[in-house]
C-alpha cells in the first residue's frame, strides 16, 4: 500500500492527464458535433504543460492529434457532416498547430517559473545550511551533524524513489531537525549522558521547541515542521497494559529518525567514543519494528553499504 501511495504521488499528474484524455477521447466517440468538441483537447494538453513542462505538453498534443486522425479515418463522415464550408484536412491543420503552439507556449511559461522556483529553494537551502553549520560550530562532537543527517536522509529519499519537492523537504528538515535546541542550556546539550527525569524531558522538548520556531517564519519551511516535531517519536508506541499502537509518523520523519541515530551513534561524544559503522547498522536493525521504520532501515543499509563496508 506504502508503495502504490508513493507511485500515485510519483505520477499523479500524469495520470491525471491520461485520465481527462481518455475520458475526452471516449466522449468524443459518441457525440454527433465532433469537430466543435476538438476544443476539449486544450485541456489535457493545458494541463500537461502546466504541470509537466514542454516537452510532455507537446507529447500530449501530438498524441491527441494523431488518435483523433484516426478516429477520423474510422468515421469520415461523421467528422466531414460537422466540419463546415472548410476541407476537413484544413480544419485538422488549424486545430492541431494551434493545439500544438499551445503546448509549447504553457510548457515554455512552467519551465521557467520552475527554474526560478528552484533557483529560489537552492538559496535558502543553502542559508539553511549555513544556519546550520553556525549553530553546530561551538561543540566539536556535534559539528557538522545536521549537515550529515540531511545528506544521509536525502540519500534514504532518492533510494525510496520520493518526488523531488519531498526530498527537498527532508533534506530541509535535516538540516533544522536540531534548531529547538537554541532554546536549551548549552550546559545541558553538551552533558547528555547521565541526565536526570527532568533534564531528559528537557532535552527531549527540543523537537516540539523547533516546530514552533520554524511556525513563526510563516510557509516557507511548513512542509518541515511536522517532520521536525515528529523526527524523535517511536515507529511504534507503547501504550498502557503492554499492547502496541502503530503511530501515524510523517515518512520524513521516520526517514531522519534513522539518519539521527546512525549519526549519533558513530559519532565521538565527549562520554563515548563513536561505534562502527557496522555496529551502528546492527543497532538500528535491533530497533527495526518498534523505535525504527523497517522498512527505512533496510533501505538505509542499503545506501550505507555503497559507501563502506557495514556487513
Not at 9 to 26: G, N, P, R
Not at 116 to 145: F, M, P
Not at 249 to 254: D, H, Q, S, Y
Request: aromatic share 10%; with cysteine; glycine share 6%.
Amino acid at each position: 500500500m506504502e508503495k502504490l501511495k508513493l507511485w500515485m504521488l510519483k505520477h499523479f499528474e500524469s495520470v491525471l492527464i491520461l485520465v481527462i484524455t481518455l475520458a475526452i477521447l471516449i466522449t468524443n466517440y459518441f457525440v454527433v458535433q465532433k469537430m466543435a468538441f476538438l476544443n476539449f483537447y486544450y485541456l489535457p494538453v493545458l494541463v500537461a504543460g502546466y504541470f509537466l513542462g514542454k516537452k510532455q505538453a507537446v507529447f500530449t498534443a501530438v498524441f491527441v492529434i494523431a488518435f483523433v486522425v484516426f478516429l477520423a479515418l474510422l468515421e469520415p463522415v461523421s467528422f466531414m457532416a460537422t466540419a463546415g464550408k472548410l476541407p476537413l484536412v484544413f480544419n485538422f491543420i488549424v486545430w492541431g498547430g494551434f493545439l500544438t503552439l499551445a503546448a509549447a507556449v504553457v510548457g515554455t511559461l512552467y519551465e521557467q517559473k520552475e527554474r526560478k522556483v528552484q533557483e529560489l529553494k537552492q538559496a535558502y537551502i543553502g542559508v539553511v545550511e549555513i544556519l546550520s553549520k553556525y549553530l553546530e560550530a561551538s561543540d566539536r562532537y556535534t559539528k557538522g551533524h545536521s549537515v550529515r543527517v540531511a545528506d544521509y536522509a536525502t540519500e534514504i529519499a532518492i533510494a525510496m524513489q520520493l518526488p523531488r519537492s519531498e526530498v527537498e523537504n527532508i533534506r530541509v528538515a535535516g538540516l533544522l531537525h536540531d534548531i529547538g535546541k537554541i532554546e536549551i542550556s548549552s550546559d545541558l546539550i553538551k552533558k547528555a549522558a547521565n541526565l536526570s527525569e527532568d533534564e531528559k524531558r528537557i532535552v527531549d522538548e527540543h523537537a516540539q521547541k523547533g516546530a514552533v520556531l520554524l511556525s513563526s517564519v510563516g510557509t516557507v519551511l511548513k512542509e518541515a515542521i511536522p517532520i521536525v516535531m515528529s523526527h524523535h517519536n517511536y515507529f511504534i508506541q507503547e501504550k498502557n497494559g503492554g499492547s502496541k499502537n502503530l503511530k501515524i509518523i510523517p515518512l520524513g520523519a521516520r526517514i531522519i529518525a534513522v539518519a539521527d541515530a546512525f549519526d549519533a551513534m558513530v559519532t565521538d561524544r565527549p562520554y563515548r567514543k563513536g561505534k562502527p559503522s557496522w555496529q551502528a547498522v546492527e543497532e538500528l536493525e535491533k530497533c527495526a519494528g518498534t523505535q525504527f521504520d523497517p522498512g527505512i532501515v533496510q533501505v538505509f543499509k542499503k545506501v550505507i553499504g555503497e559507501k563502506v563496508e557495514v556487513v
